[in-house]
């Protein structure tokens, strides 16, 4: 086994930065009561930091669905996709209980940890159609930018744009998760667990959909992605 391909320093910096994604956007659905633009910009403006001061040390992905995506394309390596995975789940949780032990309770509780949950009249085959759309976006946006060597270089920002205009769009819906980690940590720590597959099958489905896509109707070459 390479060892190369399971760097501690990209697993801890996966975990740093879908820390930051939970803490910052469950924290701002705690205390905000869920006001529609500070939660889309407190998970935009964290994915637009993490992903713009990580990206040189590991693919600063932070979601298990683009990790597939990418997985799925060839662009990650077996063993580097399940750390990845494996680290980003870890670092949901972790931001999960340091909003239990900081947070006011009260707000903590009215809010569910921050989970996300189906709005009033989803069902769960909306809410994976929901989530898949979103994160078909996210995905195409990672590529674009990131990726594709003929993209734009513009750190994390326009991928951050888009998880805002998704949380804007459809956060009353599903809670615009886009990824399995930001429903996992908090759904662990809270046992909030209703529908909880809607937000791995979702995100999953959106994330290879595009990612195969971009490979292969839209991609020049097959360069690895955000060269860490």
Same mark, same amino acid.
């Given at each position: 086994?390479d060892m190369d #391909?399971?760097d501690?320093?990209?697993?801890? @910096?996966?975990? $740093? +930065?879908?820390? *930051?994604?939970?803490f !910052? ?31 040189g ?7 298990p669905a683009?990790t597939?995506?990418?997985?799925a ?8 996709a ?8 870890a670092?949901?949780?972790v ?13 903590r509780?009215?809010?569910d940890l921050?989970?996300? #949950?189906l ?5 769960? @085959?909306?809410? $994976? +159609?929901i989530? *898949?759309?979103?994160t !078909? ?17 513009v750190?994390?920002f ?9 949380i ?31 937000y ?20 020049e070459e097959e360069?690895a992605?955000?060269?860490?």
């Amino acid at each position: 086994m390479d060892m190369d #391909l399971l760097d501690p320093r990209k697993l801890v @910096a996966e975990v $740093v +930065g879908t820390f *930051a994604l939970i803490f !910052f956007g469950a924290g701002s659905i705690i205390m905000t009561s869920g006001d529609l633009v500070a939660v889309a910009l407190a998970h935009g403006l964290a994915i637009a930091l993490s992903v713009s001061a990580l990206m040189g040390v590991s693919h600063a992905l932070f979601n298990p669905a683009l990790t597939i995506g990418l997985w799925a394309t060839r662009r990650l390596e077996t063993i580097t996709a399940a750390g990845y995975i494996i680290a980003q789940l870890a670092g949901a949780v972790v931001a999960a209980l340091a909003l239990v032990v900081l947070f006011p309770e009260v707000r903590r509780d009215a809010a569910d940890l921050g989970t996300p #949950l189906l709005g009033e009249g989803i069902d769960a @085959a909306q809410g $994976v +159609g929901i989530e *898949a759309i979103l994160t !078909f976006f996210l995905m195409l946006a990672v590529f674009g930018t990131a990726v594709d060597s003929r993209g734009p270089r513009v750190g994390g920002f326009a991928i951050g744009l888009v998880i805002t205009m998704d949380i804007l769009a459809a956060g009353p819906l599903t809670g615009a998760a886009m990824n399995p980690a930001r429903s996992f940590g908090p759904a662990l720590v809270d046992g909030s667990w209703d529908d909880w597959w809607v937000y791995w099958v979702g995100p999953v489905i959106g994330a290879v959909l595009a990612a195969l896509l971009y490979h292969y109707v839209f991609a020049e070459e097959e360069s690895a992605p955000m060269a860490a």
